[in-house]
C-alpha cells in the first residue's frame, strides 16, 4: 500500500481524471482512498467489496478468447 505514496509513483497518477483503488478484500482501497483525498486528489473512488467480493456477486466467467 506505501507504494502508492512513492513521489514517483504519485505523479504517475492522473490529477484531471478520477483515480479508482482497488485491492482483494476491499479493506486497504477505501484507505488508501482516503489518503489520496487529503494529499489533494478529488476525484477518487474505491471498488467496494473488493475483486474478490465482486467476483463472487458477478459469479465464475471465462474469458473470451482472442
Request: aromatic share 4%; proline share 9%; glycine share 10%.
Amino acid at each position: 500500500m506505501t507504494d502508492v505514496f512513492k513521489p514517483d509513483n504519485l505523479r504517475k497518477l492522473p490529477t484531471d481524471g478520477m483515480v479508482v483503488a482497488v485491492c482483494t478484500s476491499g479493506v486497504r482501497s477505501p484507505m488508501v482512498h482516503v489518503m489520496l483525498q487529503n494529499i489533494g486528489f478529488k476525484n477518487t473512488k474505491y471498488l467496494h467489496p473488493g475483486t474478490k467480493g465482486l467476483a463472487e456477486i458477478v459469479g465464475p466467467h471465462t474469458a473470451p478468447q482472442l
